[in-house]
């Protein structure tokens, strides 16, 4: 267990740093294309991939993350993912070509045809990617997976940024994408030994465990997508481009910190899942490296985002502002609550998930949805995520307990130093002393950068205040200290 438990944590360490990397590139990317196209620009392109992602979901059944819960696929499990990709690369190609015109009329937007075209050669060209990349996550070799997934964000980007100063619209953010697919369909082949054949013989066995994964990214995609449709068709692509780069930077530091984290630990809670010791003790260290990390960073964006959005984006996304405040406490309850559905799938139990996710999506979060926006406009629509995932976090987290058989007093105990942590981060930065000072800052950046240092300063303080207080008990503070003030043995 211990070598499995050490593999993950490497894992975790490689995605973690992946993930730092790749979104500091999308963050850079994220200002130069604020400064330099409008947010016009943004909202059609959303208009266009969240018609391709609703496709998507026709398609989207997971084949990676059944390959790695099944502890010895063989290769016709694999060339049948891979036959079953290309094939449905083809038809949703062929479909978002057609629709193209359709698409034009029902939102009155004639950019949008050229845009579906090449999004539609690039889906077709995607469907050819490689199968067996997967084996690196199976493997837990994920230093192998961070140069493969580097090499497509940094290609994507040069062209995006290539682009942007050249041509200054829309085109810098499609040919972008469309220069991702390209890169990951040539990595694909050039970072792994496996050539995938056309076989349909483990097609039964597939589908199977798929069949779940499917339902819950069909409920996925209508928690997180929704909203682009609704908006785009009520409020216009100015008001949608905005609610977009809002939801870029809220999430930022909480769920897209979070998922290389549960990335890399999914592979190894499937070789855990049948020792129960062994996988509640590893859900309770990745819960507390998770609190740690993402509970500080949302409420942090949360705190400081007022000065953030003019510094980083400049006065004319000004409006953002309370939209980012709701979005990035909302991240913090979604974060919390990934590393459940990694557990779910890997011991075997993706229906749990799906009952969750059909609870939280079409009992609590659409009527939330549909009455405050409403209400509010698109504040409302950020208000419905927050509250929905507050409501949702003790229900999840019962099904776990139940389902581990955890005692609520372990989950607590993870959690209460974070939590005590963010509370005087909180009272400091909001205190009057500190706007007193930050109001003889003159510059934007000066102040945000004073307010950002004081918050990490006093979070780290007060959490490892507590940690020492309680003789330095076992939980994501010690993992820390270890690696950074002592050698592994």
Same mark, same amino acid.
């Given at each position: 267990m211990?070598?499995?438990t050490?593999? #993950?944590?490497?894992?975790?360490?490689?995605?973690?740093?992946?993930? #730092?990397?790749?979104?500091?590139?999308?963050?850079?990317?994220?200002?130069?294309?604020?400064?330099?196209?409008?947010?016009? +620009?943004?909202?059609l392109?959303?208009?266009?991939?969240?018609?391709?992602?609703?496709?998507?979901l026709?398609?989207?059944?997971?084949?990676?993350v059944?390959?790695?819960?099944?502890?010895e696929p063989?290769?016709?499990?694999y060339?049948?993912?891979?036959?079953?990709?290309?094939?449905?690369?083809?038809?949703?190609?062929?479909?978002?070509?057609?629709?193209?015109?359709?698409?034009v009329?029902?939102?009155?937007?004639p950019r949008?045809?050229?845009?579906?075209y090449?999004?539609?050669?690039?889906?077709?060209?995607?469907?050819?990617?490689?199968?067996?990349? @997967?084996?690196f996550?199976?493997?837990?070799?994920?230093?192998?997976? %961070?140069?493969?997934?580097?090499?497509?964000?940094?290609?994507?980007f040069? @062209?995006?940024?290539?682009?942007?100063?050249?041509?200054?619209?829309?085109?810098a953010? @499609?040919?972008g994408t469309?220069?991702?697919?390209?890169?990951?369909l040539?990595?694909?082949?050039?970072?792994?030994s496996?050539?995938?054949?056309?076989?349909?013989?483990g097609?039964?066995?597939?589908?199977g465990?798929?069949?779940?994964?499917?339902? =819950?990214?069909?409920?996925f995609?209508?928690?997180?997508?929704?909203?682009?449709f /609704?908006?785009?068709k009520?409020?216009?692509?100015? !008001?949608?481009?905005?609610? &977009?780069?809002?939801?870029?930077?809220?999430?930022?530091?909480? !769920?897209?910190?979070?998922?290389?984290?549960?990335?890399?630990?999914?592979?190894?809670?499937?070789?855990l899942?049948?020792n129960?010791? +062994?996988?509640?003790h590893?859900?309770?260290?990745v819960?507390?490296?998770?609190?740690? *990390?993402?509970?500080p $960073?949302?409420?942090?964006?949360?705190?400081? $985002? +007022?000065?953030?959005?003019?510094?980083?984006?400049?006065?004319k996304?000004?409006e953002s502002?309370?939209?980012i405040?709701?979005?990035a406490?909302?991240?913090?309850?979604?974060?919390?609550?990934?590393?459940?559905?990694?557990?779910? #799938? $890997?011991?075997?139990?993706?229906?749990?998930? &799906?009952m969750?996710?059909?609870?939280?999506? %079409?009992?609590?979060?659409i009527?939330?949805?549909?009455?405050? #926006?409403?209400l509010?406009?698109?504040?409302?629509? &950020?208000?419905?995520?927050?509250?929905?995932?507050?409501?949702i976090?003790?229900?999840?987290f019962?099904?776990?307990?139940?389902v581990?058989?955890?005692?609520?007093?372990?989950?607590?105990?993870?959690?209460?130093?974070?939590?005590?942590?963010?509370?005087?981060? !909180?009272?400091?930065?909001?205190?009057?002393? /500190?706007?007193?000072?930050?109001?003889?800052l003159?510059?934007?950046?000066?102040?945000?950068? %004073?307010?950002?240092?004081?918050?990490?300063?006093?979070y780290?303080? !007060?959490v490892?205040? *507590?940690?020492?207080?309680?003789?330095?008990?076992?939980? $994501?503070?010690? &993992?820390?200290?270890?690696?950074?003030?002592?050698?592994? =043995?």
């Amino acid at each position: 267990m211990q070598s499995i438990t050490n593999k #993950m944590a490497k894992g975790a360490a490689w995605m973690v740093a992946f993930k #730092m990397i790749e979104r500091s590139i999308g963050l850079l990317s994220t200002i130069i294309l604020a400064r330099l196209l409008e947010p016009d +620009d943004f909202g059609l392109v959303a208009m266009a991939t969240a018609f391709l992602g609703l496709l998507l979901l026709l398609t989207s059944f997971s084949f990676d993350v059944a390959l790695i819960q099944k502890q010895e696929p063989d290769r016709a499990l694999y060339d049948t993912a891979w036959t079953f990709n290309v094939i449905f690369g083809a038809l949703l190609a062929i479909i978002l070509a057609v629709a193209a015109g359709p698409l034009v009329g029902f939102y009155n937007e004639p950019r949008l045809e050229d845009i579906l075209y090449i999004l539609a050669f690039g889906t077709f060209l995607g469907g050819f990617g490689n199968i067996g990349p @997967v084996a690196f996550r199976k493997d837990l070799q994920f230093h192998k997976e %961070f140069y493969f997934l580097l090499g497509k964000k940094i290609s994507g980007f040069i @062209v995006c940024m290539i682009l942007a100063f050249s041509m200054r619209n829309y085109w810098a953010l @499609v040919f972008g994408t469309f220069a991702s697919t390209i890169a990951e369909l040539a990595l694909s082949y050039a970072v792994h030994s496996y050539r995938p054949r056309f076989c349909l013989k483990g097609r039964k066995e597939l589908f199977g465990y798929s069949m779940w994964l499917f339902i =819950n990214n069909t409920i996925f995609f209508t928690y997180h997508r929704m909203a682009d449709f /609704i908006i785009s068709k009520t409020l216009g692509s100015h !008001t949608l481009g905005v609610y &977009t780069v809002a939801y870029e930077l809220s999430n930022l530091p909480t !769920t897209e910190l979070v998922a290389p984290i549960n990335r890399a630990v999914f592979p190894g809670y499937s070789k855990l899942a049948n020792n129960p010791d +062994d996988i509640r003790h590893g859900f309770l260290s990745v819960l507390g490296m998770i609190a740690l *990390c993402a509970i500080p $960073a949302g409420l942090g964006i949360a705190l400081v $985002a +007022d000065v953030l959005v003019p510094v980083v984006l400049g006065n004319k996304w000004l409006e953002s502002v309370p939209l980012i405040q709701m979005l990035a406490m909302s991240g913090v309850f979604v974060a919390l609550q990934t590393n459940t559905g990694s557990l779910y #799938m $890997a011991i075997g139990k993706p229906s749990y998930l &799906t009952m969750i996710s059909l609870f939280h999506v %079409f009992v609590v979060f659409i009527p939330l949805f549909l009455y405050l #926006m409403e209400l509010n406009g698109v504040f409302g629509v &950020t208000q419905a995520y927050l509250f929905s995932n507050i409501i949702i976090w003790p229900i999840n987290f019962f099904v776990v307990s139940s389902v581990i058989k955890l005692k609520w007093r372990s989950i607590f105990f993870v959690l209460w130093r974070p939590i005590i942590g963010c509370f005087v981060m !909180t009272a400091v930065l909001r205190s009057d002393w /500190i706007s007193m000072f930050s109001g003889l800052l003159e510059l934007d950046w000066l102040c945000l950068v %004073f307010k950002v240092f004081i918050g990490v300063v006093v979070y780290s303080f !007060t959490v490892l205040l *507590c940690w020492f207080v309680f003789r330095k008990p076992e939980g $994501a503070e010690k &993992t820390i200290v270890n690696r950074l003030f002592y050698s592994p =043995n």
